[in-house]
């Protein structure tokens, strides 16, 4: 079982813009007390310069588009994955071609509060999108049930966390 997942931090958000839906998001982790009050303005000005959004028809056709918004270990209090399924899809920019748009359907947001493991985290994130079955992730994906989405993350999300 994966120590990355709450079930109370899985959201699903009806906002239109990258900046509504890290309101949003941002809103729910501070009022947990799992990150800062400077963590929306960070994570907000780290998207713009460095967007985080990944295709993923290129490794698995089908699967919608995912970004995996972070930022530094100082606005954070703890490690975990925030799931976010957005209900129409809204446009990020693509980690690998920062200057194109691609439409986002899926947030995996890290917190991390160990600045040396951010790296083994958005791996981790990787690896679930990558080595999981493709007809599985489309069922996931599909999910509006966040006790089930809850359930697959920690059945099938695989972490060392060393």
């Given at each position: 079982?994966s ?7 899985i959201?699903i958000?009806k906002?239109?813009?990258?900046e ?18 400077e963590?929306?303005?960070q994570?907000?000005?780290?998207e ?17 588009n995912i970004?995996?918004?972070?930022t530094?270990?100082a606005?954070v ?14 446009l990020?920019?693509n980690m690998?071609?920062?200057d ?7 947030l995996f947001?890290?917190?991390n ?17 990558t080595?999981?079955d ?13 006790e ?15």
């Open positions: 079982m120590e990355l997942f709450r079930k109370d931090c959201f958000s906002q239109h813009t990258v509504d839906i890290f309101k949003d998001v941002s809103t729910k982790l501070v009022e947990k007390d799992l990150v800062t009050s963590f929306l303005p994570v907000v000005e780290r713009k310069n460095y967007p985080t959004a990944v295709d993923l028809d290129i490794l698995q056709k089908g699967l919608p970004a995996v918004p972070h530094e270990s606005y209090k703890a490690r975990l994955v925030i799931p976010v399924k957005l209900e129409r899809p809204v990020f920019g690998i071609s920062p194109e748009k691609i439409k986002v359907s899926w947001m890290i917190l509060n160990n600045p040396d493991a951010q790296a083994n985290v958005l791996a981790a994130v990787m690896d679930f999108v080595k999981n493709a007809a599985e992730l489309q069922e996931f994906f599909r999910s509006d049930d966040t089930g989405i809850y359930t697959y993350l920690n059945q099938h999300f695989i972490f060392d966390n060393k």
